[in-house]
C-alpha cells in the first residue's frame, strides 16, 4: 500500500468543540471550547489525567456519550470534511468503522466473550464491505490477523477472547479497527493495561500501521513516555480545557504551561543512573493539589489554583488559546512568567 | 553496616490442589526456590510483569498466604518458628499498602475507624486512640475532616494516604508497599512517592517496593531484584541492574521503558 | 462424555440422595403411627405387630429407606390408605397431566416474561419501562390461588367465556381444541408470577450487559440495533436468564399445585392436596417426590446447558 | 452526629420516593389496625350479628363489605385478619434472616464448613419452596406457630445464599486482607468486616420475602394446612369464598385477596427503596 503524501488535509477538524452532559441537578461541561486538527498520517496524541476530558473528547468525536448523560455537543467536528454534528445518523454510521474507527483501551471487556474471535472480526469486516461473501471475509480476516503480528491466525480466529493473552487480545481490537481501512484510528490508551514489554510492541505495531497504511491516529494517554516515543504532535488537557499544543519537540523540551511543566517533573529522572556516583539523583516534584470537581463552576484559568509560584498578574481571567510559534500553542499568558528571564536576555542583546 | 532485616530463602509457593479423578491438575507455581535479603533501612524493589509472582511475595512475607516451601527470616527469626508473642509482635512491626485504595478499605466504615482499629487492640483508651489517629492522617496530608468520612468520599490519593496513615499507626519497621502508586494520575502519583520518601527518612523505615514500572523503581529503591515467572533474575543495587544488566529478561524490562527522550538505552 | 457432565451427574446424585431421605423421613416424622392409623383404633397389639412386621416398620430405619429406595426404582410407590388403590397406577396419569400444564405454563412465561424484560432492559428508565416495572411488582406479589379463583369468576362463570374446571369437557368429544379452552385459565393462573420474576429479572441483566464496554465498542463501529441487539447483546443475556427461568420452574411447579386445586385440573398437586386432606400420608410422600424429583432433573438441564451457551464456564470446567 | 445524616438521608429519599411512602404507609396502616383490631372492628369476627343476612353485599345492611356464607361481618374478619398476617410475615422471616447470616458468612467465609453447609441447601433446593412447605406444614401439622416454623425453614435455603454469594465475593476485596494484615481475628472479619457488607442486601432480600411469606402463608391457609378456622386469616377467608365463588359472589373471596396482595406489594416496595437508601456511595 502506498504511503500517502498529501501531509497538509485534515482527516478531522474540531472547532470548539464544547460537549455538556446532564448529572443530577444541573449540567456540567467536560469539554470546554477545544480545536484542534488531525492532518493525514499525523500521529496525535492527547495527554491528560483522569478528569481531564480527554476520554469525553473521543466519545464525542465517535458520538458514544450515552443518550441519558448527553445534553449537547456544540461546535464543529469534521471528518474528512463533513460535519457530523449536522449529519444523519444513518449517514454517521456509515462514517464509523470506514473513515474513523476506535482502538478500545480494554481489550479484555471489548471482545464479546460468547463468540469465537474469527466470527467477531468477520462480522465488523461484512458490516464494513456489504458485498463480501463469507469465504472473502474470512480469508481478509485471517491476512489481517497475520498482519497485526499474530503468529497463529488460524488458532486466534478459532479461539475465544478469555483464551487470548492481554496482548494477542489487544492485536485483533486493532484489526477490528482496521476492517473498514479507516483513514483515522482513534486509541483510547490502548497499552495503559499492559506489561511495559507489550506496550512497546502495541505501540510499535500501531507505528507500523500508521507507517504502511499512512492511517492517522489520535490516542489518549496519561503517559508522557508515550508520548515521547509515539506522537508527532501532542495535545496536553486538563479540566475540559486544551491547555498546551505543540509538536513533540516542542512540548517535552520547551513546555511554557506551568501544568505541562509540573507533569514533566513528575516523570522520575533516569539520567542519574548513567552518572558517577556523586551526583545525586533529581528530586521528583509534584503538583499539589487535585483535579477540580468539573460539577462545580470553573471561572478563570482552571489551573491557577494549584499554581503557587507565579505572580497573580501572569494570569489571565478568562485564559485563551496564544500563538507561540505555527504549530505551539498555549492557553494563558503565565507562561510568560517562565519566558521572562529568556526575553529580558534577547532584550539586552538588543 | 548493613543489617539485615528480612530474609527470605528458596521460598517456594504452588497454588492449586493436586489432579484426582475429579479434577485435572491446576496446580500453578507461582513462586518458585526465591532467595533475597531486605537490610535495614532500604528499599527493596521487586519488579517484574504481571503474573511474574511478585505480589504472591508480598503476601506470603505479611502471612496473609501460606508459603509451600522454604523459610523466611524477620530479624533471623523464622516464620514458622514464631511463638504466639512473637507472632504479634511481628504483625505489628510488619505492615502493608495495597494496590486498589479503593478496595483495600472496608466501603461501610469511616476512614478514621479502620485506621483507629489496629490501635483500639493496644491501647484502651479511646481518647488517646483518636488523638494518634488524627496526628497520623495529618501527617499523611490529610485533613482532620477526613476521619469521619466514607472510603466512596475520598479521590484516590487521599484514600492511599489513609492507607498509609493506616500502615503507619503502629509505628512499624517494615512496609510491604504492593504497587501503591499505579492506580494514581500522574501528579497524584509523585505526591505519594514523595510522602513515602519523607516518612522513611522520618521513621527510619524499610520499604519492600513491588511494582512493574521500572521507572519508578529506579527512581525509588535502592536494590532490585527482577523476576519473571516465578522466579528471580537478577538482584543488584539500582545502578547495576540498570546500567549493566546480565540477564535477558531484565535487558527487555528495561529497554520498554519509555522515557521523555524515547527508549530507555540498555548497555550490553 | 464431558467431564463436566459426569461432574454434574455426581452431585445430581448427591441432591438425589438427600431428597430421598426427606421424603422418606417426612413420613416417620410425622406424629402417629401408620399401623394404628391403618387399623384404627380398636386394633388390637397382636394385629398391630403383624402389620408392622408385614411392612417392615419393625426393622432398622436405615433398612427400612433402603426398602423404600428398593421399591421406588423398581416404581411400587406403595398403597393408598384413602383410594385403596396402587399409588403409581394413579400418580403416572396423574403426573403427564401435571407436566401438560407447567409446560404450558413454563413457555408462557418465557415467552412473554423474557420477552417483556429484554424490551424493559433495551428501553431502561423509559416511561414503558416504569409502567412495566410497576406492573410486574403487582404480578410477582399475586397469590396464584386468588387470582385463580377470580380469573375463573370473570371469564368461566360471568363472561362464559371459558371452561370452569377439569381437563377435558365431560360431555365433549375430548379433542385437543378442548383441551387447549380448559388449559387456558390454569396456564395463565400458573405463570403469571413467574411471568412477572422472569421479565424483572431479565430486565436487570439486561440493562446490565447494554452497559458492557464490548456493547458500546461493537457501537461504535455503527452496527445496527437489531443486529447489536439480536446478536450480541440478547446472546450474552442468555446464560443468567437460563438461571433465572431454571430457578422458576420451582414456582411453577409450586403454582400448578394451587391452580390444579382451584380448577380441578387432575394433576400430582390435586393429588397431595386431597391427600394432605384424607391424612393419606404415602400419596402425599409419592406426590411430594414425583414433584422434587422432576425439579432436580430441570436443575441438572439448567446447569449442563448454561455450560453449552458460556464458553468460560465450558473451559473452566474441562 | 453520624445517626442525623442518615436521618436526613432516609428523609430525603421518602420524600424523593412516593412508591415507597405508600409503601410504608400500607405497612404502618396494617401494623396499626392489627394492634388496635378490637377498637376498630365494627362486628365480632367470628360471629354472626342477629341483624345479618348471608352473603350480603358490601354497602348494604351495615356491611361495608358485605358478609361471608355464615353472616360473618368481612370488614371485622378483615381488620382481625390483619393480625395473623403481619406477624407471619415478619417473624418467621426475621428468624430465618439471623440464622442466615451466621450460616451464610460462616459459609462464605471457611471453605471448608462452606461446602458442607452449601450442600444440604441444595438438597433443600431441590424442593419447589411451596412445596417444602406443604411437606413441612403436613408433618407439623396446621396451626399458626406450625406454619411459621415451616416457613422457617423454607426461607433459610434461600437467604444462606444471598448472604453466602455475597460474602464469597467480598472476600475477594482487599479489605478482608487489610483487616487481617491489620490484626482482625477470623471472628472479627466475619462479624465486624462482613457483616456491615453483607447485611444490607439480606435486609433488602428480607423486605421482599415478608411480601412472598405473606402469599406463601395465604397459600397454605387455603389448602387446609395453614390456620385453622374460625381463626380470622386472609387466607382462609378467601379459601371459605371458593364455594360461593361459583354461585356468583366474587366479594367474599375478593377483599381477603386484594388485602394480601397490597400487602404483599407494599412489602415489595419497602425492598426497593431500601436497596437505595441503603447503598454507601449514593447520597
Known sequence: MRRMNNGSTNILEIENLTTTLRIPGGKVSVVEGISFNVKAGEKLVIVGESGSGKSMTINSILQMVPDSLIDSYKGIIKIDGENILEMSKRKFKDIRGKKISLVAQNAMTSLDPSYKIGKQVMEIYRHNHKKASKEEAKKETLILLDKMGIKNPEHVFHSYPHELSGGLRQRVVIAMALTGNPKLIIADEPTSALDPTLQLQILDLLNEINQKFGTSILMITHDFGVVSYFADRVIVMYAGEILEMGTVDEVINYPLHPYTKGLLKCIPDLSWLDKEDKIEKRKLSSISGEVPNLAKKLTGCRFAPRVSDIPEDYHESSPKMHKITDTHWVRCTCYQYYLKDSIAGLEGVK | ?268 | MPLYLIKRMISMLYVLIGVTIIVFLMIHLIPGDTAQTLLGGEATKASLDALRHKMGLDQPLIIQYFIWIKQVITGNLGYSYSLHINISHLLFPRFLNTLVLTIASLLLSILIGVGLGFFSGLKKNTVIDKILSALSVFGASMPVFWIALMLMWLFAIQLRLLPVSGMYNLRGNGGFADLLMHLILPTIATSLVSIAVISQMTRNVVSDVVNKDYINYYQSFGLSHYQLNMKHILRNSLPPVINIIGLQVGYILGGALFSEIVFNWPGVGLAIYTAINSKDYPMIQAGVLFIALSFVLVNFVVDILNIVVNPKLRDSNK | MYTNIRWRKFGKYLVKDKMASIGIAIIMVTIITAIFAPLLAPYNPNEASDTATRLAMPFTSGHILGTDSQGRDILSRLIYGSRTSILSATIPVIISGVISIILGIVAGFSKKIGGFIMRIMDVLFAFPSVLLAVVIAAILGPGLFNVCLAMVIVRIPYMTRVVYTDTVQEMQKEYIEAASAFGRTKFEIMFKELLPNVLPSLIVYATTLMGVTVVTIAGLSFIGLGIQPPTADWGLMASNGKNVLVQGDPYVTLFPGLAILILAVAFSMLGDWLRDLLDPTKK
Open chain 2, 1 to 268: 553496616m548493613t543489617e539485615p532485616l528480612l530474609e527470605v530463602k528458596n521460598l517456594t509457593k504452588i497454588y492449586g490442589q493436586k489432579k484426582n479423578l475429579l479434577r485435572s491438575g491446576n496446580q500453578v507455581l507461582a513462586v518458585n526456590n526465591v532467595s533475597f535479603t531486605v537490610n535495614k533501612g532500604e528499599t527493596f524493589g521487586i519488579v517484574g510483569e504481571s503474573g511474574s509472582g511478585k505480589t504472591t511475595i508480598g503476601r506470603m512475607i505479611m502471612q496473609l498466604v501460606n508459603h509451600t516451601n522454604g523459610d523466611i527470616l524477620y530479624k533471623g527469626q523464622k516464620y514458622s518458628e514464631f511463638t504466639k508473642e512473637s507472632a504479634e509482635r511481628f504483625k505489628s512491626k510488619v505492615q502493608i499498602i495495597f494496590q486498589d485504595s479503593g478496595s483495600a478499605f472496608n466501603p461501610r466504615k469511616t476512614i478514621g475507624s479502620q485506621i483507629a482499629y489496629p490501635l483500639l487492640k493496644k491501647i484502651k483508651d479511646r481518647k488517646a486512640v483518636l488523638d494518634e489517629v488524627i496526628k497520623f492522617i495529618e501527617m499523611v496530608g490529610l485533613s482532620k475532616e477526613m476521619a469521619y468520612r466514607y472510603p466512596h468520599e475520598l479521590s484516590g490519593g487521599q484514600r492511599q494516604r489513609a492507607g498509609i496513615a493506616r500502615a503507619l499507626i503502629l509505628k512499624p519497621e517494615l512496609l510491604v508497599l504492593d504497587e501503591p502508586v499505579s492506580a494514581l494520575d500522574v501528579s497524584v502519583k509523585s505526591q505519594i512517592i514523595n510522602l513515602l520518601e519523607n516518612l522513611q527518612k522520618k521513621y527510619n523505615l524499610t520499604y519492600i517496593f513491588i511494582a512493574h514500572n521500572l521507572d519508578l523503581v529506579a527512581y525509588f529503591c535502592d536494590r532490585i531484584a527482577v523476576m519473571y515467572h516465578g522466579e528471580i533474575k537478577e538482584v543488584g543495587s539500582t545502578k547495576q541492574i540498570y546500567q549493566f544488566p546480565h540477564n535477558p529478561i531484565t535487558k527487555k524490562l528495561l529497554s520498554s521503558i519509555l522515557t521523555l527522550d524515547g527508549r530507555y538505552k540498555v548497555s550490553n
